[in-house]
């Protein structure tokens, strides 16, 4: 008896209040959608930063003094510093680059701009030493260690490109953050004034149950149900956003980028990992909101 009064309670509560009620889903549905976005981006960081992390590496360019006289890298300094960076903890693999190789790669590298192809020439650049790391936190020590030996003219450090990436990643998942909670505020708003509305329109039924012995409890309860459905009914259409997001936003603006392996890819499991949170998220944040508005405003 008292979970179907329950039920007729919140369904009727709803209807009264449909416009409210709609607004409630929608604003509820946005805010979870954008605090889903930017876990969405989180993720794609994370993944992508051990995609950076797996394959990033340093370059070392040998002074032309260097170049010129020793290319084949038989003689000090160049055998000397191939051998230490062998050598060195954290280092996967070093890969000496003579002027010709050099030239060929930027050859290759310019093909489709012949203007900047046209102006290189053979033996003007320098040689190098290629670094990959097997322990990507010695990538900084290793690099102050040897951008200043003897021999060294200057280096290629990739780890200012990854950091820009990733500020953009950060930046946007900031703004994702922000704008969620934003409208975190306006949807708590709605929420109580929603509730607020519909305790006030049936305040008479209220009092007439009160009279009978009904609890304050039991009387409110429905009240507090109805922020919840309506909650629940925002992070489903919220989750539907996000699966739409994937495919006519992540997939198709970000194709390029997953399809040389700059980002990873956001997958159906990432939202799915994010659905669970954003039911809770949604939950909570309308049970406490209502709780706390008929706390304190409906005192009856």
């Given at each position: 008896?008292?979970?179907?009064?329950?039920?007729?309670?919140?369904?009727?509560?709803?209807?009264?209040?449909?416009?409210?009620?709609?607004?409630?889903?929608?604003?509820?549905?946005?805010?979870?959608?954008?605090?889903?976005g930017?876990?969405?981006?989180?993720?794609?960081?994370?993944?992508?930063?051990?995609?950076?992390?797996?394959?990033?590496?340093?370059?070392?360019?040998?002074?032309?003094?260097?170049?010129?006289?020793?290319?084949?890298?038989?003689?000090?300094?160049?055998?000397?510093?191939?051998?230490?960076?062998?050598?060195?903890?954290?280092?996967?693999?070093?890969?000496?680059?003579?002027?010709?190789?050099a030239?060929?790669?930027?050859?290759?590298?310019?093909?489709?701009?012949?203007?900047?192809?046209?102006?290189?020439?053979?033996?003007?650049?320098?040689?190098?030493?290629?670094?990959?790391?097997?322990?990507?936190?010695?990538?900084?020590?290793?690099?102050?260690?040897?951008?200043?030996?003897?021999?060294?003219?200057?280096?290629?450090?990739?780890?200012?490109?990854?950091?820009?990436?990733?500020?953009?990643?950060?930046?946007?998942?900031?703004?994702?953050?922000?704008?969620?909670?934003?409208l975190?505020?306006?949807?708590?708003?709605?929420?109580?004034?929603?509730?607020?509305?519909?305790?006030?329109?049936?305040?008479t039924?209220?009092?007439?149950?009160r009279?009978?012995?009904?609890?304050?409890?039991?009387?409110?309860?429905?009240?507090?149900?109805?922020?919840?459905?309506?909650?629940?009914?925002?992070?489903?259409?919220?989750?539907?956003?996000?699966?739409?997001?994937?495919?006519?936003?992540?997939?198709?603006?970000?194709?390029?980028?997953?399809?040389?392996?700059?980002?990873?890819?956001?997958?159906?499991?990432?939202?799915?990992f994010?659905?669970?949170?954003?039911?809770?998220?949604?939950?909570?944040l309308?049970?406490?909101?209502?709780?706390?508005?008929?706390?304190f405003?409906?005192?009856?």
């Amino acid at each position: 008896m008292r979970a179907s009064f329950l039920l007729r309670e919140i369904l009727n509560g709803l209807r009264r209040n449909v416009t409210m009620t709609l607004a409630m889903v929608l604003t509820t549905a946005i805010t979870l959608a954008m605090f889903g976005g930017g876990l969405l981006v989180v993720q794609m960081a994370d993944k992508s930063q051990k995609i950076f992390l797996d394959r990033v590496e340093m370059q070392l360019f040998l002074a032309d003094s260097v170049s010129g006289s020793d290319p084949s890298c038989q003689r000090a300094p160049c055998s000397v510093l191939l051998n230490d960076l062998k050598k060195e903890q954290g280092v996967e693999s070093v890969r000496f680059i003579d002027r010709h190789e050099a030239y060929e790669t930027a050859k290759q590298t310019f093909k489709d701009n012949p203007d900047i192809a046209s102006n290189i020439r053979e033996g003007t650049l320098p040689a190098s030493f290629k670094v990959r790391m097997a322990d990507p936190n010695r990538f900084g020590a290793v690099l102050d260690e040897y951008q200043g030996r003897p021999g060294i003219d200057g280096v290629l450090d990739q780890r200012e490109l990854v950091k820009r990436i990733f500020s953009v990643l950060d930046g946007t998942r900031n703004a994702a953050f922000a704008i969620a909670t934003v409208l975190a505020i306006a949807a708590i708003l709605l929420i109580a004034n929603t509730v607020q509305v519909a305790a006030f329109t049936r305040r008479t039924e209220v009092g007439i149950m009160r009279l009978v012995g009904a609890t304050r409890w039991y009387t409110q309860l429905p009240f507090l149900l109805e922020a919840v459905v309506a909650a629940l009914a925002g992070a489903v259409l919220s989750i539907a956003g996000l699966f739409a997001a994937k495919v006519f936003f992540f997939d198709r603006a970000l194709n390029d980028l997953y399809g040389v392996n700059i980002l990873a890819r956001i997958t159906n499991a990432d939202v799915l990992f994010v659905s669970p949170w954003l039911v809770i998220g949604g939950v909570l944040l309308a049970g406490v909101t209502g709780y706390l508005t008929l706390r304190f405003y409906v005192r009856e």
